[in-house]
């Protein structure tokens, strides 16, 4: 009968341990998913904002390139004003800047 008492006795804290660690590791995953979740909404959120500010890098490196190559034509203008004789010239630089400039508009449309 002692044998049997102690296994009893045995057998009820086993399961009382058994049933805190359950508990335990329960809490811990239920904890784990709230985490996790939220590294997805916060993922999801970086890749948003990575998004917009590739858009508006793009948006300022087009800008760049159009306003240098303005600035290349202003440059010109500026120095062919003296040099009121060479209006050939002047307009056959102009033609082959402004399509420099189409073409790379193009590129950076597409």
């Excluded at 008492?5 to 329960?26: N, P, R």
């Excluded at 809490?27 to 970086?46: G, N, P, T, Y």
């Excluded at 508006?56 to 800008?63: G, L, P, R, V, Y």
């Amino acid at each position: 009968m002692a044998v049997t008492f102690a296994s009893k006795i045995y057998s009820v804290v086993d399961e009382k341990s058994i049933s805190l660690l359950v508990d335990s590791l329960q809490s811990k995953v239920e904890r784990l998913i709230i985490q996790h979740k939220r590294a997805k909404e916060d993922i999801s959120q970086l890749r948003d904002e990575n998004k917009f500010l590739q858009n508006k890098f793009s948006e300022s490196k087009s800008k760049i390139i159009e306003l240098e190559e303005r600035n290349k034509v202003l440059k010109l203008a500026r120095s062919l004003e003296g040099n009121s004789g060479k209006t050939t010239d002047v307009k056959l630089k102009i033609n082959e800047l402004v399509r420099e400039i189409d073409t790379c508009i193009a590129l950076v449309n597409n």
